[in-house]
């Protein structure tokens, strides 16, 4: 038997496993069905996530507005010579899909801490600030400031276009291994009181 008639034989017996019929439409219905129904779902599934991921998403909440993101507009990533702008999602979200997913479900307490009015006041809001800074700065160090990465690193730096205190202390944390968030701790967003009186105070992660 040659090979083309095998193949052929092959295929009709697939294309009958295809046709026949289930309870009411074919196996061949189904699996098109099936695809383009998960096609719609994975579409719908990662707009929406998209949604989600904008700094006007991210700043609809109260909280948000009226604390660190005014913060944020005086800070260098908001305006700056270049006219570069890192966003909120920039930040605080990996680019990458599978982490991403991972800090969305994370990102659920936030909602249920927002029913809840847990720092829906100024006065609330600076009584969590450092606990939240360094659930923050935690998450940063332990990923290697990841999403910090995504625009700065070590290895694409002309260290002879920056300030003689830049030079050193980037050179120097490079040869310690240190990270972004071990010392551009503020940057975006106001310190908490207690940090600024005694910065081991981020040394407690608990």
Known sequence: MSVYKKTKDTLQVVWTFLKKPTAKYSLGTLLVVGFISGIIFWGGFNT???????????????????NVYEEYKDSIHYTNRTGVRATCPDCHVPKE?????????????????????????PEKFEKKRLKMARSV?????????????????????DYTEQGRRSMQQHSKGLDEGKTCIDCHKGIAHSLPAMYEVDPSAAVNTK
Do not use: P
Request: hydrophobic share 35%; charged share 30%; glycine share 2%.
């Open 97 to 121: 899909w599978a982490y991403k997913v991972v800090r969305k479900i994370k990102a659920t307490n936030e909602l249920f801490h927002k029913v809840l009015g847990t720092i829906d006041t």
């Open 48 to 66: 929406a996530m998209e949604m989600t991921n904008t700094q006007e998403f991210c700043i609809s909440c109260h909280e948000m507005r009226v």
């Open 137 to 157: 700065w935690k998450e940063m160090k332990a990923t290697d400031s990841r999403e910090c990465r995504n625009c700065h690193d070590y290895e694409s730096m």
